[in-house]
């Protein structure tokens, strides 16, 4: 006769009343099944989580792909089709479909080639950021003339920075201290740029905040923000001697929402449209005005990154453009407009 050894006396154990984890936990010592671990739940009450909802074929995704690859190829063979008879006759139709093709090949091979140039303007416009930069944290004399003469061959043959070239190169002779060539170059050649961006700044501010104030339909305020900013972006970059093309535009506008978002610059918009127009402005100016004044300052505030991610040079001499300024001018049109509104409603 054999005696087995008694079950080991259970530990007390401290839980609260509502621990489901703990209750099933002595459910199943009770059954024989195993309990849980003091370090952590087993496998029985692991929580079913979205993958595991989510396990498996999905034959909805399966059937739209399929429906879109067939939809596509429907309507390629039915080109090609239509493009193959047209071309075996020997009529006007067929003369008429081959200079079609002959005008889309052309267009397309133009926006390739567009595309490429504005990538390429882009890379040389980072290159020579790179370069001036380099200088400016080396403060060494001959790598700052080099930066310098980097700027002349980018800017060189732009009819509307001759006088800025002409000074900069009448007076790198007498620049001797480190650091004061490119100041020279920030004041001569760049400052001006600044002013033309500011103006393409606020223009831009003023036709998102007017559409916006004034559509119907979000939807078409909406799109007519998004063209007007990667349109912004493409002048901005072409005023500094980088336009780029559509693509390359949007790759300018992932930067820039980017560096916005690294910096905080979308709260920084909505105080200093807060500190501007929560007191006096939104008392005379309707809520459709107000929101024209947010976008409007969203954009405004977009261009100065653009500014700051296309220019080349850091700001050194030059007065960096500033985006309280450019709110207090939008304002100042919206509250002119808010209160020809007014008059014409009484």
Known sequence: ????????????RVFKADDVRTEAEIEL??????????????TALRRLTLSDINRGFRFGGILLS?????????????????????????DWVGWLAFGLMAVIAIAVAGIVLREL???RRLARLAKLRAI????????????????VNALLA???GRSDMAWGLARLKDHMGDVLNPGELLRLADRELLQPLDGEARRVILKSAKRVATVTALSPIMWIAMGFVLVENVRMFRVIAGVYGGRPGVIGALRLARLVVTHVLATGGIAMTDDLLGQFIGQDVLRRVSRRLGEGAFNGALTARLGVVAVEVTRPLPYLDAEPLRVREIFSELLRSLRGAGDQGGESSS
């Open 117 to 119: 140039i504005g990538f």
């Open 132 to 147: 001036v930069r380099a200088s400016v944290e080396k403060n060494d004399p001959s790598d700052e003339r080099k930066a």
């Open 154 to 156: 980018h800017y060189r």
């Open 66 to 90: 399929a429906i879109g690859a067939l939809a596509s190829l429907a309507a390629a063979l039915w080109f090609a089709r239509f493009v193959s008879i047209a071309f075996e006759r020997q």
């Open 29 to 42: 010592a009770e059954e024989g099944l195993g309990a849980v671990t003091a370090r952590g739940p087993s």
């Open 1 to 12: 006769m054999t005696f087995e050894d008694p079950a080991p006396p259970r530990k007390p």
